[in-house]
Each structure stands twice: as structure tokens, then as C-alpha cells.
């Protein structure tokens, strides 16, 4: 039985940016975050659709890797991995803004 990975919305930056969506963007946001929430870090990895990324130009504040995923072909997310949680930290609808 594959262990699940537990999503943590809990960032203040994510959650101001998430109460800026649309409609229309929640729900895509909505889907792709029930999605991962059935995968393993492998599949999660693997997935053609998500395209995770390592940002090599950032950090946490921990000296934690932070990723980026897609969302949809519109805006993408970034994320960092504390054991089995993947903690959201930001939306950009603006792919360069994801990396800097």
C-alpha cells in the first residue's frame, strides 16, 4: 500500500493568492491538488502533466529544495517537501515569476 502524501495549504502567500483565482482557476487548482493527493513521490515525479521541476534559483528558509508543478497550461505552483508533506507556497500565472 503506497503511502499518501499530505498537502499543506497552510502558507500565507498560497492562500492570498489562492483567494485571487477564478472560478474557474480554484477548480482546475482543486483537481490537480486531488490528483497528487492519490499519487506517490514517484508517480509525482514521473508525471508528464505536473513537470516537476527543482528551482535551482531558490531555497526554503530551512536550506530546503523548493519545486515548481503545473497547475494547468496557465499558471503553475511552487512547493517544497517536509517527510511525507508537500507544502504549497505559491501560485504564478506568470511562468518567469515561478523561478525568480
Known sequence: MKESI?????????QKDLFLLTKEEAFSLLSTLRK???MSWGEIYK???LKWELIYSKKGIKGENIYSFRINKKFRATALREANSLRILSLHSDH?????
Open 6 to 14: 499530505i498537502l499543506d495549504l497552510n502558507s500565507p502567500v498560497f
Open 36 to 38: 497528487i493527493s492519490k
Open 47 to 49: 508525471d508528464g502533466g
Open 96 to 100: 518567469d515569476t515561478t523561478y525568480k
